[in-house]
C-alpha cells in the first residue's frame, strides 16, 4: 500500500510572546523573551518564582461570557488557535467532507485550572459545591472535543497524553491517519494552561525548574552550562494536516510536507533520561526511516531544548550518535529558550519553528547562551537569529516516563 502524502496548509498559536502565529514567529526570530516573574499565583512559598504567562489576556476577547464558565483556560487556548489554524488555511471557504475531517490533540495535564478550582470547592463547602461544568471542563480530551463542535468536524477526534511529547505524538499519529486513508484533514498540535499553584508546586517538589529568580530573564538557558532547570510556559500552537491531493484539489497554500515520524521509550525512569539517550536515538532514527532520509539530509533540529542539566546533554549525546560527524554541520536550536516549556503543547510551537525556517531560510537563536558546556559542544544557533536554507528538519520531543517523539519536517517541492 502506497502511503499518501501529508502536507501542512494551515497554523495558529498563542503564547507568552504574541497571540498570533505570525507575530510569535518575529519575536523568536529577534531573540524577545516571554519568561518573566509569575504574577498569576502567589509564589511566596515556591521556589520558582517564573514562568513564560500570556500577558493581558482577556477571554471575553475570544468567547460569550456564558461559554467561558464552561471552559478551561487550556481549552480556550486551543480554540483560539484552532481558529487562526482553519482560517490560515482557507478550508473554511471549501465544501469538504466533515466526516474526513478530525482533531487530534496533545496535552500533558488538561484542565487543571479547574481541577484546582473545584477540588478546593470540596474541601471548604463540600460535594454539592463542585460545579456540573467540572468534568467537561478539567478532561483532557475536551479541548479535541470543543474543537470539533465549533466546526462540524465529525472524522477522528481524540487525544494523546504523553507529557511533554504529546503534541508530537499528535502530530505522529495525524500523519499516520492522513497516510493509511482515515482522514483528509486534522486539526492537530497542543494546548497547556498550568500555571497554576498545584502544578508550578508540583514541579518545584520535584526540582525540576530554574530557580533563577534573580534574573528570570536569564533563567531558560538551554544547553548552557549554568542552566539549572526548565521554566513553565502556557499557550497553544495548532497546525493543519491536509492529504496532499485534497490540498491541491481546492489550491490550498502548502507550507510544508511533514515526512516521517519515530517514537521510541526509555523503558528507565520515571522523569530522567537514559544517559547515552538511547530511546531519543531510537525515535531519531525511527523518523528518519520512515521519511525515507539519510541523517546527512537533516539541516536542522529543533531540540526538546529544556534547559536542565540532564536533559540538554543527553539530547546532545543522542544527537551525535544518530548523526556522527554530521552533527557537528547541524543547526539546532531551543524555542523553548523564549516560550518556556509549554509542556504538552510545546512541539507544536516547534513544529510551526521548523515550517517556518524552512520557508524564510532563517532559523530562530536560542537565547541566554553564555558559557559553553563540554557535553553540550553543537551549533546551538547562540543569541543571534542566522540566515541558513532549510529543507528537510527534525523536531524531538522527550517527555517524563521516557516519552520520545520526533517528528520529520521537510520543504515542499511538488
Request: with cysteine.
Amino acid at each position: 500500500m502506497n502511503k499518501k502524502r501529508v502536507v501542512i496548509t494551515g497554523f495558529g498559536a498563542i503564547n507568552a510572546l504574541a497571540k498570533n502565529a505570525e507575530d510569535t514567529w518575529q519575536k523568536l526570530v529577534n531573540g524577545e523573551n516571554g519568561i518573566d516573574l509569575i504574577t498569576k499565583i502567589d509564589t511566596a512559598e515556591l521556589t520558582s518564582k517564573i514562568a513564560a504567562e500570556i500577558k493581558n489576556y482577556d477571554p471575553l476577547e475570544y468567547f460569550e461570557p456564558k461559554r467561558i464558565k464552561k471552559l478551561d483556560l487550556y481549552t480556550q487556548y486551543a480554540l483560539i488557535a484552532g481558529k487562526e489554524a482553519m482560517e490560515s488555511s482557507d478550508i473554511l471557504e471549501y465544501d469538504y467532507d466533515p466526516s474526513r475531517f478530525g482533531v487530534i490533540l496533545g496535552a500533558g495535564i488538561g484542565g487543571i485550572l479547574t481541577f484546582e478550582e473545584e477540588a478546593f470547592k470540596m474541601f471548604k463547602s463540600g460535594p454539592r459545591r463542585i460545579s456540573p461544568f467540572f468534568i467537561p471542563k478539567m478532561i483532557s480530551n475536551i479541548a479535541a472535543a470543543q474543537l470539533s463542535i465549533d466546526y462540524g468536524l465529525k472524522g477522528i477526534n481524540y487525544t494523546t497524553v504523553s507529557a511533554c511529547a504529546s503534541a508530537n505524538h499528535a502530530m505522529g499519529a495525524a500523519l499516520r491517519a492522513i497516510q493509511y486513508g482515515d482522514a483528509d484533514m486534522i486539526v492537530t498540535g497542543g494546548s497547556e494552561a498550568a500555571v497554576t499553584p498545584l502544578s508550578v508546586g508540583g514541579f518545584c517538589a520535584m526540582k525540576a525548574l530554574s530557580t533563577r529568580n534573580d534574573e528570570p530573564h536569564k533563567a531558560c538557558r538551554p544547553f548552557d552550562k549554568e542552566r539549572d532547570g526548565f521554566i513553565m510556559g502556557e499557550g497553544a500552537a495548532l497546525l493543519i494536516f491536509e492529504e496532499l491531493e485534497h490540498a491541491k484539489k481546492r489550491n490550498a497554500k502548502i507550507y510544508a510536507e511533514v515526512a516521517g515520524f519515530g517514537a521510541s521509550s526509555d523503558a528507565f525512569h520515571i522523569t530522567a533520561p537514559e544517559e547515552n539517550g538511547e530511546g531519543t536515538v531510537l525515535a531519531i532514527t525511527s523518523a528518519l526511516k520512515d521519511a525515507g532520509v539519510q541523517p546527512e539530509e537533516i539541516d536542522f533540529v529543533s531540540a526538546h531544548g529544556t534547559s536542565t542539566p540532564l536533559n540538554d546533554k543527553t539530547e546532545t549525546a543522542a544527537i551525535k550518535r544518530v548523526f556522527g560527524d554530521h552533527a557537528y554541520k547541524l543547526k539546532i536550536n531551543s524555542t523553548k529558550s523564549m516560550l518556556g516549556h509549554t509542556l504538552g503543547a510545546a512541539a507544536g510551537a516547534e513544529a510551526i519553528s521548523c515550517l517556518m525556517s524552512i520557508r524564510t531560510g532563517v532559523i530562530h537563536p536560542t537565547i541566554n547562551y553564555e558559557n559553553p558546556d563540554p557535553d553540550c559542544d553543537l551549533d546551538y544557533v547562540p543569541n543571534k537569529a542566522i540566515d541558513h536554507p532549510v529543507k528537510i528538519a527534525i523536531s524531538n520531543s522527550l517527555g517524563f516516563g521516557g516519552h520520545n517523539s520526533v517528528l520529520v519536517i521537510k520543504e515542499f517541492t511538488g
